[in-house]
């Protein structure tokens, strides 16, 4: 293993932490076109791996040096790309690595809490930035980002979003078509994510750190057999301030727990919603109003997030967006025969269980497809894949020390994950009612109406007692997207939800 060749007085000197401002270094520059882009990953137990992969098959792409704060997976990577004879320095304090003068990007796939941190010590640090969606874990630290990435844009610095869809050929001719006017106006963007969700079990004893910060420990992998992990527990837990872990599964499940995810609308959900709002025209600012209802139904674990819920969205002049999440099998809690329920739109044609439908005066485009109102299909977009290219465009963007297109510029990862955070401020603030008064808050929204029916129906092929476990449903929260602040009643409660709480230590570095 290579060792780092910061020593602590360089990185104390070099590294940009606290809230101190801070201004970008001075040999933060763009590329020569033969020069070789030099790059970190940091995170890489799940989907920071995909990030490795997509590198080494770059042209022109080092990989220079990986972070993360488990150990083992830290020496494994380590060890398995030293046999391919990929030599890397490795870090697991993410400032160390971003304060690395010969590196000159960083991608960023940790949990969804230290994204915004992680990102905006990268550009202090004058490194080109990738980070994984949701690109912040609340509203506030997003602005924050954005406004950072302004100033990086003058340095010839690129912060781009990791949404994989933004460089699919497919959903951009798609997305020309409709803007054409084929079948019409945009009536309803429409984002579904139908993917079932185990519970996370339920701890006697919460897992606290050892007295030298550490958790070393067996916990439950993903795959359901014993994972050995040996981590940094303090900086696993920046920003946010050292709490016992109260999960099985170290790993992945801090995803249904609120200090460190934002459910699955927010893990799955800034993909759909940012095609939802491509739809729309890519609206510049948030929409004026949300309300969300669901519930977390099946099992009673230590996850905080909902498993099934569905969020509406009204723009100013524009067509609303509507979210629909579901993570329970497709009846009798069955999670070993039959698949997540399809929604049939106009009852007819199968939706995607991931994906988008965008719903049109004269027909609907549902992923690759294009039909009229009765179902039938008018046409084929060509070139769904999901976006092979998207990290080739990052370096592409770093090379250019700008941003090559507008699709991949952060505001597009900012949007998305607001959209998810505005969600699930109007659920947390919510309160249990019955389905018929849900149906009276709908009642003007004939495809919201048609949509929890649907909704209702699984939950009841379920087994689920809705007269017992009734949904949670949020108030409609007024929100100014120019200031960016909730208004009206609720505005008090749900103002302090778009913000959180920063350890000591790791404040967001205010960048100059």
């Known amino acids: 293993m290579n060792k780092p060749t910061t ?30 882009v030099r790059v970190a990953v940091i995170g890489f137990n799940s989907r920071g791996s995909g990030h490795i992969s997509s590198l080494l098959g770059i042209k022109g792409v080092r990989l220079v ?53 992680i990102a905006m ?32 844009e003058g340095k010839n610095l690129v912060l781009q979003h ?43 004893t919460p897992v606290a750190p050892g007295p030298d910060g550490r958790i070393a420990k067996m916990f439950r992998s993903t ?20 709490e016992p872990v109260r999960r099985e599964q170290f790993h992945y499940d801090w995803h249904w727990q609120w200090k460190y995810g934002n459910g699955d609308i927010g893990n799955q959900g800034p993909h759909q919603l940012d095609v939802a709002r491509w739809a729309l025209g890519n609206p510049t600012t948030a929409p004026k109003r949300v309300m969300s209802f669901g519930g977390r139904w099946g099992y009673d674990d230590d996850g905080q997030t909902a498993n099934n819920q569905l969020a509406f969205y009204q723009y100013e002049g524009n067509a609303p967006i509507l979210f629909d999440n579901r993570g329970l099998p497709m009846k009798d809690m069955n999670w070993d025969k039959g698949y997540e329920p399809v929604y049939r739109i106009n009852g007819k044609t199968s939706a995607p269980r991931i994906g988008n439908v965008i719903h049109c005066e004269g027909g609907f485009v549902a992923e690759s497809k294009a039909y009229d109102n009765d179902g039938k299909t008018i046409t084929k977009f060509d070139n769904f894949q999901d976006g092979p290219d998207h990290m080739k465009n990052f370096i592409e963007s ?81 929100f100014d997207p120019i200031a960016e602040k909730f208004t009206g009643e609720f505005a008090e409660e749900a103002n302090k939800l778009a913000q959180d709480e920063y350890a000591p230590g790791f404040e967001l570095p205010k960048i100059s």
């Open 7 to 36: 020593n602590r007085r360089q990185f104390l000197r070099g590294t940009a932490v606290g809230a101190a401002s801070v201004a970008l270094p001075t040999w933060a520059a763009p590329l020569g076109a033969n020069s070789d």
């Open 65 to 117: 040096a990986l972070c993360d704060v488990d150990q083992n997976v830290l020496d494994k990577k380590v060890a398995d790309l030293g046999k391919k004879g990929i030599k890397v320095k490795a870090y697991k304090d993410f400032r160390e690595c971003c304060a690395d003068p010969d590196i000159d990007a960083i991608t960023i796939a940790t949990p969804n809490h230290s994204h915004t941190l």
């Open 121 to 152: 010590t990268g550009i202090a640090n004058g490194k080109h930035v990738y980070v994984e969606k949701p690109v912040c874990h609340n509203m506030s630290e997003g602005r924050k980002l954005v406004e950072a990435g302004a100033v990086a």
């Open 162 to 204: 990791g949404m994989q869809r933004r460089s699919d050929l497919g959903w951009a001719s798609a997305m020309a078509w409709v803007k054409e006017g084929h079948i019409g106006k945009v009536t309803l963007s429409r984002g579904i994510n139908f993917k079932a969700r185990k519970s996370i079990g339920k701890v006697e």
């Open 223 to 242: 795959s359901g057999g014993p994972q050995d992990v040996n981590v940094d527990y303090n900086l696993w837990s920046a920003p946010r301030p050292v």
């Open 398 to 478: 770093v090379r250019a020390g700008k941003i090559i297109k507008d699709v991949l510029h952060i505001t597009h990862g900012y949007h998305a994950a607001v959209l998810a955070q505005l969600a699930n401020i109007s659920f947390r603030l919510g309160k249990e009612i019955s389905n018929d008064e849900v149906r009276e808050r709908l009642a003007n929204d004939p495809a919201g109406l048609e949509t929890f029916a649907d909704f209702v129906a699984n939950l009841e092929a379920n087994k689920i007692d809705m007269s017992a476990e009734m949904c949670q449903v949020g108030p409609w929260l007024d």
